[in-house]
Every structure is written in structure tokens, then in C-alpha cells.
């Protein structure tokens, strides 16, 4: 069974915070995924790596950054929070050999900026 | 880039009838068309999936069609059951990225017992 956890279920911060917020996952896959979910707009790819170190911008890469210094860690970094980024943070994992992989994700980060 | 449209937003049906939700997208490279399931307060889950060279993909009450020249492609639930009430999900890879997907907007069904 694929495994992808998230460090926390539900995180409260105060604007201007710095927020990590991390994702293993122990299925060996190469590429790693970082989500937002608001109501009504969907799943928003913020940021992606597809290896170590390797990192490519999602649509709404803006006011985040991520590390991926291990296969199995991606990590979400809010330099300085802002009530705009209170949302669910989805993280996803999918092999990339083979092509058309299906994204296993974890279970989300609700996080609230107050 | 991608844009995945999805309809509709809100679907309700009684038990027993079918449910539809159509999606189009715009990149005519894409290849890869998943469908993810999120029950409340539950991580999305795939539950179908087609590929270009496809046209219809089925398992057990859920099929899936795909219209390339469209460039849309449909999810059909048939019997529907209350466990069916979800937010569904669909996708379409990102043409020459085979592993980067665009979702929709996602629709709501309820299925009515």
C-alpha cells in the first residue's frame, strides 16, 4: 500500500509566520506534488519536483517555496504567511517511469493564517 | 498551459439513476485523462482512468469516454448509490509532462436515497 503522510492535520499561524509544512512518502516515487484546495476552485498545483533537488513552479507558485533534499521528502515553506494562504495543502507522489502514473496523495494540512 | 473545464459544479440525483459530469480541455497534446473520488473529509482517490488511444473505459457501474477530436471527456456513474456522494474530480496530463497533472474544478454529487 502506498503511504503518503503529512506532518500535521490541521496548523494555526500568525501572519508573518514561516510555515513548513512536509510530506513523506514510502513508495520510492520520483515525482512529489504540492496542492492548494479552496472550495470552488478546485486542486491548484502550486509546486513540483520530479527529483531530489529538482523543483519546477506550479500555476500559483507565488508566496511559497519547497525543498526535496531526500526522494522521499518534499517540503512546503511559507517564507512569511499570509491570511490569503489559509487553505487544505494536499501533497501527491507518482512514479514518473512508465508515464500516465497515478498521484497518490496525503490526507492535507488544513492551515489557518490569523 | 492546460485548462480543464469541468460541469457541472453541483449534481443530486435519486439512488438507482445515472450521473454524468463532462470535462473539456484545451492542450490537444494531452494523453492521459484520470478521475479522482474525495469523500468528505477524506484524501482524493483515483478511481478511473483513459488514455488517448482509448475511446471508452468501463469498471463495474463507472465508465469513462473520451473525445479526442472534441477534446472532451465524460465520467458516467450508473446506479447510483448514496455511497456514490463525493466530489469528483477530473484531470488531463499536462501534454509533453506525463506525470503533471491540471485538475477541474471538481463537481458535488449527492446521491438521494
Known amino acids: 500500500d502506498v503511504k503518503v503522510t503529512q506532518s500535521s492535520r490541521y496548523l494555526v499561524k500568525r501572519t508573518g509566520e514561516k510555515v513548513f509544512l512536509e510530506c513523506v512518502q514510502d513508495m520510492d516515487h520520483e515525482n512529489m506534488f504540492w496542492y492548494r484546495q479552496d472550495p470552488g476552485l478546485g486542486l491548484r498545483l502550486i509546486y513540483f519536483?520530479?527529483?531530489?533537488?529538482?523543483?519546477e513552479k506550479g500555476d500559483i507558485p507565488e508566496g511559497y517555496s519547497v525543498s526535496r533534499e531526500k526522494k522521499e521528502r518534499f517540503s512546503l515553506i511559507l517564507e512569511s504567511a499570509s491570511t490569503n494562504q489559509t487553505s487544505m495543502y494536499l501533497c501527491?507522489?507518482?512514479?514518473?517511469?512508465?508515464?500516465?502514473?497515478?498521484?497518490?496523495f496525503g490526507p492535507g494540512t488544513r492551515l489557518t493564517v490569523l | 498551459g492546460e485548462n480543464v473545464e469541468q460541469h457541472p459544479s453541483t449534481l443530486s440525483v435519486q439512488e438507482g439513476d445515472s450521473a454524468v459530469i463532462k470535462c473539456t480541455y484545451s492542450d490537444s497534446a494531452s494523453n492521459y485523462f484520470p478521475w479522482y473520488k474525495q469523500e468528505l473529509g477524506k484524501r482524493p482517490q483515483l478511481i478511473i482512468d483513459?488514455?488517448?488511444?482509448?475511446g471508452e473505459k468501463k469498471d463495474q457501474r463507472i465508465a469513462v469516454t473520451l473525445n479526442k477530436t472534441a477534446k472532451h471527456f465524460s465520467l458516467h456513474i450508473t446506479e447510483t448509490q448514496p455511497e456514490d456522494s463525493a466530489v469528483y474530480f477530473c484531470?488531463?496530463?499536462?501534454?509533453?509532462?506525463?506525470?503533471?497533472?491540471?485538475f477541474g474544478k471538481g463537481t458535488l454529487l449527492t446521491v438521494n436515497p
Open positions: 501527491a507522489s507518482s512514479f514518473r517511469r512508465g508515464g500516465f502514473n497515478e498521484q497518490f
Open positions: 484531470a488531463a496530463d499536462s501534454g509533453g509532462s506525463n506525470y503533471k497533472l491540471t
Open positions: 483513459i488514455r488517448s488511444n482509448v
Open positions: 519536483s520530479y527529483d531530489v533537488k529538482m523543483k
